[in-house]
């Protein structure tokens, strides 16, 4: 198991990071009904930590015991009938699902789940109809219609389920559900709290931490805990003791992205571009989600420019971003701001140096 | 030349048709047909005759084609008198020359002779040792229409002296027929069934030697022209197992005729049937030959064969026309030849009959005007790629031809020389372009035309694609397939993507030979859904108590575990098989793009 995996709190009292949050949710759950919950924040702040650990503490540890499922849902749409596949993760008293996954149809997704929630619900020890609990991820994600729906059923099925929603972003989220949910933002950690924590997991696994290494660490992890504990982890695989200026090792897409960087700055010429795409290509085989290239490329970009084009360089770089989810097909919108950027560097140069 | 052998169709037609206007024709064609001793029976009849599972199927003798032709021509005699007596005859004209012509020798045939004897080979072997375990008994033949696949099976089952027997897809049953056929009390059978029983009967029993066949020694090739037609995933899937095991298990030599449509063109799912069939049949083990259209030259021969045969003379420049209106399509060729020659007969024919019934077509009248007109030839089109070029060379008239409006001026950045060619719009309709493949095709190969130099351009160019990509996915999904309002949205982004290329190249390369790419972006979508797949099913689900977001996924965990791959629990094992896997195919990837390159060569026009 992966130390990401191995040592995530289990339950709210073992959480460190976001103690006061746990504590909250905590009182909240014992004393009374739990109101609807949205969880947002940056990644890697430990959202999902907390879902999880709220789900125990609410029902106990029946909540572990999940099973995975590719389900195929059947939609009655009006005229004809959707096939809808996703992935969904069930305990008995709740199920997890990331509704986007099935891109426009996710309004109909959302309904149907939530009704099927509400026709089973189960019983607990005194006899008393329970609720269950739906999590959903990437709420941010959801398209307008789905959201509005969503809305329709939350307040018509409030009393046999509770909805905990995660998200990034919550400006993406509209205000009907904001307004009818409990709003918890989630920071990311401090780079002390992330050292805490590595220092923590070095101490259980018996290893020796060089002074400042764990510290470096967490300044390189961009405040992602998840990010900071994988790192940690792959640094024990490539050289055990530990020394104190030891490389960390990066993300490879990551890298890779910097040498597209590199090149651009380099050469501008269509070309040159043809070259990019061909790179961009295999981030895109690979997964990496556009919306992430597109953004570590420009703070690559960013880090070699000239102040004087940051600024322009930047506007470009949302407006493409922007067209780039209005559109289809990502790769012709990076392309196009790489090819903006070669075109706004190029006439820089000749003007600076002739 | 003709795809099917049309005659005994024609003739029962024409049967009828005498035998509602006459009675004395219908007596002298009765006693011709009672002279004659060819089985003759229309597919009506065949079908019926399926049905009941007392013949196999059509069959005809093959041997005997020539007996049939020279009979054809003198009931065409017998025929023209008859006009005349009657007097009125305007529908019944001299038989069609496509099946007047039809081939009858290795020699007339058009098609290239290299596919010729690769087929013939193949039958040959065949029929020597016709039990033999090697190999399958099925050959494919494909082709665009008209190129005589059909025809050539015909004749070398001729030449061989075999027996061809054939299955023609039957025509659909109307709602009108089956109506009368529900009171009739006849069982509608769906045309998949049907062909689905014809298999399996063949299959089992092989061709059942029937009352018709003079010498049961003599072998039987058996001719499945045109599959029939499925509609919906299921039905072609019983379509594509019933002929997997035919073709792994027939002891009869059989040609399956498919006629292909242009690929890059269409998007239709037909297409994708036709397609989809092919590789079943080519997987279950059937030898493939694929006819290319034939090549104006054999068309021109062809042509003049006919022309000298039926004394017209035309001009050589008519006879090149002929052939290269027909694109690649000798049936069509011989058909426009047919209409033309209306023209001259008035002229030179000198048969009586012919000007006599001349007089009462109208058709040749409004052929009047001397200037040798072309109204018969195919719809002019163009390939995707010839348009593809036209848009990416970007060929313009030179600058003293400009005419600058007065009224109008633009700035002297955004000025373009006048194109030339017509409307961008016109060209993309007579290539029959979707709006999604142009753009991803100009994506793809726009940077290739462009200066060195132009890194503006280049700019202008993937914004304008952009712009057009945006346009296709606006409503993407939320329309009905054939909503007009997403009818024109992808005109619009079709025109958006064509113009914005037009425009934004501007300082084009010199016009040399390039390569057309296929689009590679539509390779790295499959792969990178694939990819997708594997990683969501294996990852997803990982850590056991939660969905990791894919995003995470793909950034975080899968690069971390590719480090830690080296120190492989038995946890991360599989997870570490499919980085591996990944890894792989990064060098997939940049190994193809050079095989890619060469797959389209096209010429600057």
């Known amino acids: 198991m992966l130390w990401v995996d191995k040592y995530r709190p289990k339950t709210l009292d073992q959480i460190t990071v976001h103690q006061d949050v746990a504590q909250n949710l905590k009182k909240l759950v014992n004393e009374q009904d739990c109101p609807h919950l949205l969880f947002y924040g940056p990644s890697g702040s430990g959202k999902k930590t907390l879902v999880m650990a709220l789900i125990r503490q609410m029902f106990g540890p029946s909540a572990d015991k999940v099973k995975v499922e590719n389900k195929t849902w059947k939609v009655d749409a009006g005229t004809r009938t959707i096939d809808i596949e996703l992935t969904t993760l069930s305990s008995a008293n709740h199920v997890e699902l990331t509704p986007s996954d099935a891109g426009f149809q996710d309004r109909y997704i959302v309904q149907e789940i939530i009704k099927e929630m509400a026709k089973n619900r189960p019983i607990d020890s005194k006899g008393k109809r329970g609720h269950k609990v739906l999590v959903l991820n990437d709420v941010d994600k959801l398209s307008r219609e789905a959201q509005h729906s969503l809305r329709r059923t939350m307040e018509k099925y409030s009393s046999y389920c509770r909805l905990i929603l995660c998200c990034n972003s919550s400006s993406r989220v509209t205000e009907a559900i904001r307004s009818r949910c409990l709003n918890v933002r989630i920071n990311g950690p401090t780079e002390e709290q992330i050292f805490k924590v590595l220092e923590y997991i070095g101490k259980k696994e018996g290893l020796q931490l060089p002074s400042g290494f764990a510290s470096r660490i967490a300044e390189k992890s961009n405040r992602s805990l998840r990010r900071a504990i994988l790192s940690f982890e792959t640094c024990r695989v490539q050289q055990y003791p530990f020394v104190s200026n030891q490389a960390i090792p990066p993300m490879d897409w990551e890298e890779y992205i910097t040498e597209i960087a590199s090149e651009i700055m380099k050469e501008q010429s269509p070309k040159r571009l043809f070259q990019v795409r061909g790179k961009l290509y295999e981030l895109l085989v690979n997964c990496i989600p556009p919306e992430i290239i597109l953004k570590r490329l420009l703070y690559e970009l960013l880090k070699k420019l000239d102040a004087e084009l940051k600024h322009e360089v930047c506007h470009w770089a949302a407006y493409y971003e922007h067209r780039m989810r209005l559109g289809q097909k990502a790769i012709f919108h990076i392309e196009a701001f790489v090819a903006k950027f070669m075109s706004i560097y190029k006439t820089f140069l000749i003007s600076t140096f002739g | ?605």
């Open chain 2, 1 to 605: 030349m003709t795809k099917k052998e049309n005659n005994p169709g024609l003739l029962s037609s024409d049967e009828e048709y005498c035998g509602g206007r006459s009675s004395s024709s219908k007596r002298r064609y009765r006693k011709t047909k009672s002279q004659s001793p060819l089985p003759r029976k229309s597919t009506r009849q065949a079908k019926k005759a399926r049905l009941l599972g007392s013949r196999s199927c059509l069959q005809k003798d093959s041997r005997n084609v020539d007996e049939f032709n020279s009979f054809c021509e003198d009931f065409d005699q017998v025929f023209s008198t008859f006009k005349v007596s009657a007097g009125s005859g305007s529908v019944c004209r001299n038989e069609l020359w496509i099946d007047k012509y039809r081939p009858h020798s290795l020699e007339e045939l058009a098609v290239q002779k290299k596919k010729v004897d690769e087929v013939k080979v193949w039958f040959e072997d065949r029929l020597r040792t016709p039990m033999d375990a090697n190999g399958s008994n099925v050959i494919l033949i494909t082709g665009p229409a008209g190129v005589g696949k059909s025809a050539t099976v015909h004749v070398i089952a001729s030449h061989l002296g075999a027996r061809l027997c054939e299955w023609d897809t039957p025509t659909p049953v109307i709602w009108r027929e089956h109506l009368h056929n529900l009171t009739a009390g006849i069982q509608y059978t769906s045309k998949l069934d049907e062909f689905e029983s014809f298999i399996g009967r063949m299959r089992k029993y092989g061709v059942i030697p029937s009352c018709f066949s003079i010498d049961s020694k003599q072998p039987v090739i058996l001719l499945i022209d045109d599959l029939p037609l499925t509609n919906g995933k299921a039905a072609l899937r019983r379509l594509q197992s019933c002929l997997h095991l035919y073709v792994q298990s027939t002891q009869v030599p059989t040609a399956i005729v498919i006629t292909d449509c242009a690929k890059a063109e269409t998007t239709d799912f037909t297409v994708q049937y036709l397609e989809e069939i092919q590789l079943c049949l080519e997987n279950a083990g059937a030898c493939k030959v694929a006819f290319n259209p034939i090549t104006n030259n054999s068309i021109k021969k062809t042509i003049s064969r006919i022309c000298s045969c039926e004394q017209y003379d035309l001009a050589v420049e008519q006879i090149d026309a002929i052939a290269k209106s027909s694109g690649g399509d000798v049936r069509h060729a011989i058909m426009s030849l047919q209409l033309f020659c209306l023209k001259p007969s008035q002229i030179c024919s000198s048969s009586s009959s012919a000007q006599e019934s001349l007089k009462d077509e109208e058709m040749p009248h409004t052929l009047v005007d001397d200037r040798f007109s072309f109204q018969f030839g195919r719809d002019e089109t163009l390939s995707l790629f010839h348009a593809l070029g036209k848009f990416l060379h970007n060929k313009r008239h030179s600058v003293n031809e400009l005419v600058l409006d007065s009224e109008f001026s633009v700035q002297e950045s955004l000025l373009r020389r006048p194109l030339n060619m017509d409307p961008p719009e016109k060209v993309l309709c007579q290539a029959h372009g979707q709006a999604r493949p142009i753009a991803d095709f100009l994506h793809e190969n726009v940077l290739d035309f462009m200066n060195e130099e132009a890194i503006d351009d280049a700019w202008v160019v993937a914004s304008y694609l952009g712009d057009a990509d945006t346009l296709l996915s606006s409503y993407d999904g939320m329309l009905a397939r054939h909503n007009d309002a997403e009818n024109i949205l992808h005109l619009a982004a079709a025109s958006v993507a064509v113009r914005g290329v037009l425009f934004g190249n501007s300082h084009p390369l010199s016009s040399r030979w390039h390569a057309i790419r296929r689009p590679k972006l539509w390779q790295i979508e499959g792969s990178s859904l694939s990819n997708k797949k594997m990683v969501k099913q294996r990852f997803v689900p990982y850590g056991g108590i939660s969905l990791a977001h894919f995003s995470v996924v793909a950034t975080e965990y899968v690069p971390a575990l590719k480090w830690l791959g080296n120190s492989v629990s038995e946890d991360h094992e599989k997870l570490w098989a499919l980085t591996e896997e990944n890894t792989g195919f990064d060098m997939v990837i940049s190994g193809d793009q050079e095989s890619h390159t060469s797959e389209e060569e096209i010429e600057d026009w």
